[in-house]
T-cell receptor
Framework: AQKITQTQPGMFVQEKEAVTLDCTYDTSDPSYGLFWYKQPSSGEMIFLIYQGSYDQQNATEGRYSLNFQKARKSANLVISASQLGDSAMYFCAMTRMDSSYKLIFGSGTRLLVRP | ETGVTQTPRHLVMGMTNKKSLKCEQHLGHNAMYWYKQSAKKPLELMFVYNFKEQTENNSVPSRFSPECPNSSHLFLHLHTLQPEDSALYLC????????????FGQGTRLTVV
């Protein structure tokens, strides 16, 4: 069975600084995908970044980068130059890369960006 | 409209009522999902539909009844709910054959009184 663990229920960061949100996972599948989503107070889940288990390089999307350490089974999200609008819940998720695609989520981290 | 649309955004219902949540996706995806998000709990996958066929039911009580008439529409029919069913219900869609992200709607905030 797959499992996602996010050990930081809440995080603070100063505006314009970088912050790392932790995510570890457990799976026996050889092929899987890792995702990060942002959920503002409005409720919608917004996709941020994706990392495939066979990708050689860490994924980057603008200010978001994923620190993928396969041996440690970790997929931490790094947000650079934090903005006030980054304040939200952040969820790490994973799925098997086969026809049974279904996202399993961690418990989330609430990020608050201070001005 | 684009993306994934859920209606209504907010719903208050009594325990004896019957209501339905609607989800519509305009992305051409072949899979749709219902998730439940309760306070202080991870998102729980409820149902999965691939090509209109239900492929997953994560031990969801029968008072929740999903319906997928076509690949673009997904419903969640509710009846005789309990107060603990109050939560944010999120619909999502994805393209199963590709390693891509799922797209979510804004959710329906359900309160059972």
């Amino acid at each position: 069975a797959q499992k996602i663990t996010q050990t930081q229920p809440g995080m603070f960061v100063q505006e314009k600084e970088a912050v790392t949100l932790d995510c570890t996972y457990d799976t026996s599948d050889p092929s899987y995908g890792l995702f990060w989503y942002k959920q503002p107070s409005s409720g919608e889940m917004i996709f941020l970044i994706y990392q495939g288990s066979y990708d050689q390089q860490n994924a980057t999307e603008g200010r978001y980068s994923l620190n993928f350490q396969k041996a440690r089974k970790s997929a931490n999200l790094v947000i650079s130059a934090s903005q006030l609008g980054d304040s939200a819940m952040y969820f790490c998720a994973m799925t098997r890369m086969d026809s049974s695609y279904k996202l399993i989520f961690g418990s989330g981290t609430r990020l608050l960006v201070r001005p | 409209e684009t993306g994934v649309t859920q209606t209504p955004r907010h719903l208050v219902m009594g325990m004896t009522n019957k209501k339905s949540l609607k989800c519509e996706q305009h992305l051409g995806h072949n899979a749709m999902y219902w998730y439940k998000q309760s306070a202080k709990k991870p998102l729980e996958l409820m149902f999965v539909y691939n090509f209109k066929e239900q492929t997953e039911n994560n031990s969801v009580p029968s008072r929740f009844s999903p319906e997928c008439p076509n690949s673009s529409h997904l419903f969640l029919h509710l009846h005789t709910l309990q107060p603990e069913d109050s939560a944010l219900y999120l619909c999502a869609s994805s393209q199963v054959s590709e390693n891509t992200e799922a797209f979510f709607g804004q959710g329906t905030r359900l309160t059972v009184v």
